[in-house]
């Protein structure tokens, strides 16, 4: 029976033991910190044994196959030394990938790919497919393939996930966008990062369809460099688009098969330039799976934006408060104060991944009122912004944030949590500061 060690015991590597499992594996799977509790029921269930709060070597150094958690690094020591074995390194989608044979439509970019894969996912769905939701949201795509059946995925796949992918094909792929993101993780250069972006065009053959944003320069000019042989669909809101989809005077226009659609962007649920974007992608997205126009519009216009990402909160004595946790770039950031049309507050800081904030500095100067830091260091954002905004204060968790900034806003203003940065100097992730945030608000 050969033997498999399953590195991390989150959502992805519970999901791919369990498929390990099922397929008649040796699994054994090991956590350097400690194992939620539904978590180790699951283990516990399909018998997988595991251990947690470290590694014991032996137990995972004697695997055929190792299936690496995306949130560890190369770097870390015991994948270092599986390396140095030359022991197979991959990730859960990979490995689930081998097992399914779905269409899969896989979405890629360093913002807007939640929002875009939920949407896809909506408007599949409500058309009464049978179609699950997987990767870098939901539940794990491993999982799913161990124990249900699905004739379509979307999956929203992040670099990190990307990068242990080697023989997974993607039938529709998308990469919305590439801005210097994780290039901690990347070793500092932005080359390396868009090398795993575009791992998602990997293994795609002529009948496959890669839409991407034409409109993006750092794709454009990688585009050329990487043989691609997927058919391929720009989306732009700079030109028209012969066979593709691009947004111009207040109109959206897919090209795609003998019937284009066509609505005016007012009409859209989800508002701003980047929404456009993501919603030219789903809309395309659509033609390719032959749904009717009049269902891509019910979709479009009935989407409801995504947790974390731009949600409304609640207006407290007149100040509108917004949940932008998900932005965890400079690029996200930029997205989100694009499209603000009052004077705002704005909650930034976290762990910084490398960032440059220099993209921010016009938009801060012209519609941030004071900047509210919540991170353990905040001295990178002080020395950016200190001559764009009169105040700058900082704080060390969400109750403080929201205090500090409901004393510095005025009735009109919104108070924006869209922090640039990662979440984990202070809290477990981005889901965690967001409903932290949301809780501060109602508590006011």
């Given amino acids: 029976m050969q033997r498999i060690a399953v590195l991390g015991g989150g959502e992805s590597g519970v999901g791919a033991a369990v498929l390990a499992k099922v397929k008649g594996f040796d699994v054994f799977l090991s956590d350097m910190s400690t194992l939620r509790a539904d978590h180790k029921e699951m283990l516990d269930k399909y018998g997988i044994p595991y251990e947690e709060g470290g590694h014991t070597p032996e137990k995972i150094l004697n695997a055929a196959e190792i299936i690496k958690s995306p949130g560890i690094p190369d770097t870390a020591p015991l994948v270092a030394k599986a390396i140095e074995a030359g022991i197979p390194i991959i990730s859960e989608i990979e490995f689930a990938g081998r097992y399914d044979t779905s269409k899969k439509i896989c979405i890629t970019g360093s913002n807007g790919k939640t929002t875009t894969t939920s949407l896809i996912y909506y408007m599949l769905k409500n058309v009464g497919l049978n179609v699950g939701l997987g990767g870098n949201i939901g539940r794990s795509y491993a999982f799913q393939v161990a124990t249900e059946h699905y004739d379509i995925y979307v999956l929203e796949l992040s670099s990190f996930q990307l990068d242990n992918m080697y023989d997974f094909k993607a039938d529709i792929a998308i990469l919305l966008n590439i801005t210097p993101d994780h290039l ?3 070793g500092y250069d932005l080359q390396n990062y868009v090398n795993a972006k575009f791992r998602i065009t990997q293994n795609m053959a002529a009948e496959d369809c890669f839409i991407f944003c034409s409109d993006d320069e750092i794709t454009i000019k990688n585009l050329n460099q990487i043989v691609i042989k997927a058919q391929m669909l720009p989306i732009s809101q700079e030109r028209e688009v ?9 109109r959206m226009r897919v090209n795609y098969g003998s019937d284009p659609y066509e609505m005016e962007i007012s009409d859209l649920t989800i508002q701003g330039r980047h929404n456009v974007y993501n919603s030219m992608a789903a809309a395309l997205t659509g ?24 949600e409304k909160v609640l207006s407290v004595g ?16 930029w997205y989100a104060l694009e499209c603000m049309t009052t004077p705002v507050v704005l909650i930034l800081g976290g762990k910084d991944k490398g960032n440059d904030y220099s993209p921010l500095f016009d938009l801060v100067r012209d519609k941030v009122r004071a900047i509210v830091c919540m991170g353990v260091d905040n001295a990178k954002i002080h020395a ?23 004393q510095l806003a005025v009735e009109g203003d ?9 979440s984990f100097d202070l809290f477990k992730s981005y889901e965690d500061r967001g409903r932290q945030f ?3 608000v109602r508590n006011l």
Wanted: proline share 3%; hydrophobic share 40%; with cysteine.
């Fill in 287 to 310: 033609k390719l799976m032959n749904i009717r126009n009049d269902n891509i519009r019910k979709a479009l216009t009935s989407f409801m934006p995504v947790e974390h990402r731009m």
């Fill in 414 to 422: 919104t108070v924006l949590l869209s922090p640039c940065c990662a």
């Fill in 242 to 250: 012969e066979v593709g989809a691009y947004a111009l005077d207040g």
């Fill in 438 to 440: 949301k809780e501060a």
């Fill in 384 to 406: 950016a912004f200190e001559d764009k905004v009169d105040t700058i204060v900082d704080t060390m968790s969400a109750p403080d944030a929201v205090k500090a900034a409901s």
């Fill in 184 to 186: 901690d993780r990347y």
């Fill in 318 to 333: 007149g100040v509108l408060y917004i949940n932008d946790s998900k932005a965890t770039n400079v690029n996200s950031t």
